[in-house]
């Protein structure tokens, strides 16, 4: 289970997290909402051991992070929002180098590269420079990178970002199976359609602070539309219509 | 008129064409600092070559017109190689920006711009950028040249000497430029598109390390009086040459025909094959910009998975993110060959130097010359490939090695780093100079050999002892000390260090005892520092740069 308790994050001045506590049990898979702004990034790299925290605590699978950070990442894949890595590689050279960093066997990954390549349909551009690849093409080497060594937590940032219709319907299929087979997914996005679809909690994330922690099933039960209504409500955003006449008034020069 | 969109666009590519892309923003202040220091250098090296140039034509002051005459063809020639060389670098450095690119036709081709102005715009700025160069260069020669041309032994008129001297020397700093614009043309017309960057980064290579390994040639001009009057075979073949005739044929020197013939024919060449690949890209800039590549490598070649050996697994993929990053990267391409060009191209002049004659006399200084010339490259190369993995790659793509951080890991990291600047900056230079000790030495350059080893060893332990990085990952902050201090003790530990390790190798080659005895200390040296280093590695996390790949970065247009 991964355990997060008063998380605080403080940068200089500005508090962007602020004492944020959730858990997240094996097969589960949980959507983290919120504005732009709001933390989530913050908390993502946070779970994934990228930043340390001001205050508060991290522990998965029993493992505290500021025990033993190394074990603790270890249990881990991520995917990062944006698709940064290093392009001149190919994907197969990129698994690599993230195969040996991680200590995986090399006979392990004779086996799981070309078939990760294969199965996410990168294999016809094996032997090409990520530095001609797609959004969605480098998106998916991301999520093969992050499954190579068969992680305990997967951490996802906007993982559908750029990906095509069948890429994102293959990988909602398969974390569907993940959280299957016991592994805990924890998804930051800004799509209610995937969280509607995928996940099995919600938490919304504002200002720093939590204000919404449900059920998925409980919206559905409450009619369409209602998780976006929910969320609106909760994040205290107001009634767009007004903002949206502004924009037009200014553009039109009025 | 300053906010018109080719306005605009000059500015924008001008500006591009300064944007290494590399450095945060503590570091593009430290390198403005580390330029200024450079251009204060430079000005200080003018001045010396204006007070030696004093001297030299002080002594002439008296000669005979035909003397002053034929030193002032080749100090002339001497003068107009300098701007060229440094046009033709400057040029080379921007070489991928040369030409309206991909980047450009998919975000400017979007925009209300058409593409007369895209070019327009572009071939602005590079005339702008060029310009800078060549106007610095001369400007920063103009006391040397008025020198020359000044001297009481002139006896034609001064202006059309000026004028001669100006036109040739502008039309040559004009060939350099053209010269690098024409190659990139022909490769941006006839390289599919993903090959371009690899074939433009090898170009630039070449381009570099012959500049480098010209300059101790372009030294050497002012004392080739002697083969200009005597018409020598090279003449024909030294670009700087060909424009110093030019300037005497414009005096009316008519034996000097040739060269200027050739000086012409180049740079119309040079120029026509220029405008050619513009106009082909402005007309097919789509079709251009757009053809398909091939791919990096054949896919029917199996993954090198299998080569790999094990143990040791993250030192391995280090040692493979180094060799394939100094591959493909333009940028740590440019650096690692320019900086050992830089060495070979130090060493390459005292060989020339260095009198071949065999007799006794003349033997010694050859041994001494060839004792000498591996560890000075080795001396200066060690730092030099250290700054080189010290320059960043993609800092935000920098994750992966901070989320797989283990404890074995940082000493495997550090000696991937340590055996990438043993290869490149030790055993490369022994290597290379290895051949020649054998001509000279005979069988006893083995010994030499084991203790240049070994010595080269001892200071790449020295030298990355508290090495905590993974190579490209880190911001570079340049000129951290104070300039003139660390010029002072690079130089003082230069001289220190070559000549102690001349003097040991010396010693080898006359007794091997020594050699082995030297050879033995330094390993055990060494192997201890190794030793200490992974134990200190391991107790002390890597360093990283604190940004995340959620950072927001803005749009840098042209960055590699």
Known sequence: ?254 | MRDRPVVVLVRHFFISLFDLGILSDEGAESLKRVLLGILALAIAAGLLLTRVFMTKYGMLAGAAPEAYAREVVADHAFLMALPMWIVAGAMSLVGQSLFPDETDFRILMAEPLSRTEVFAAKLGALLLFGGLFVAGSHVGLLPVAALTLMGTANTGSIIAAAVAFGASTLVASLFAALGIVAIHGVLVLLASRRRLLAFSGAVRIVVIAGLLLALPLVARLPASAGAFEANAWWLAWAPPAWFAGLERWLLGDTTRGMLAARAMAATIGAAAIAVFAYVRLYRRFDRVTFQSGGAVRSPGRPPRIARWSRGAPVQHAVLRFISLTIQRSVLHQGLVVGLLAGTGGLVLNSLLSADWHVDAEADTAAVWTLLWAPMAMVFLSVPAIRLALSVPLDLHANWIFRMAEDVDGRAEVAEASVRAVLALAVALPIALMAPLQWWVMGSGCLVVVLVEASIGWLLVEFLLAGWRRVPFTCSYIPGKGFIPQMCVKAFASYVVFTFATGLMLQASLRHHAVAVGLASIFGATAAASRLRRARHARQTSLLFEDQVPSDVTPLRLYAD
Do not use: W
């Open chain 1, 1 to 254: 289970m991964l355990q997060a308790r008063g998380l605080t994050k403080r940068y200089g001045g500005l508090l962007a997290l602020d004492c944020v506590s959730f858990d997240l049990h094996p097969g589960e898979i949980v959507g983290y909402l919120g504005p732009n702004g709001s933390g989530k990034s913050t908390t993502v790299n946070l779970v994934v051991g990228l930043l340390e925290p001001t205050a508060g605590d991290l522990s998965l699978l029993g493992l505290r992070a500021a025990d033993d950070p190394i074990a603790y990442k270890r249990q881990i894949g991520y995917v990062p929002e944006e698709p940064y890595l290093y392009a001149h590689l190919t994907a197969g050279e990129y698994l690599l180098l993230v195969g040996r960093l991680r200590r995986l066997p090399d006979r392990a990954l004779q086996t799981r590269i070309p078939e990760l390549l294969r199965l996410l349909q990168l294999h016809d551009s094996r032997y090409t420079s990520m530095t001609a690849f797609s959004k969605g093409m480098r998106q998916r080497v991301l999520v093969a990178a992050a499954l190579l060594h068969n992680p305990r937590l997967l951490v996802l940032d906007e993982p559908f970002s750029g990906l095509d219709v069948n890429a994102g319907a293959l990988l909602r299929t398969l974390l569907q199976m993940l959280a299957g087979e016991g592994r805990m997914i924890f998804f930051s996005t800004h799509r209610f359609d995937m969280v509607e679809k995928l996940c099995s909690r919600v938490i919304v994330l504002s200002s720093g602070r939590i204000v919404l922690e449900r059920p998925v099933a409980d919206f559905a039960r409450e009619g369409p539309d209602c998780l976006e209504e929910t969320f609106v409500r909760a994040t205290g955003q107001r009634d767009f219509a007004p903002l949206a006449r502004e924009i037009l008034a200014t553009i039109s020069g009025g």
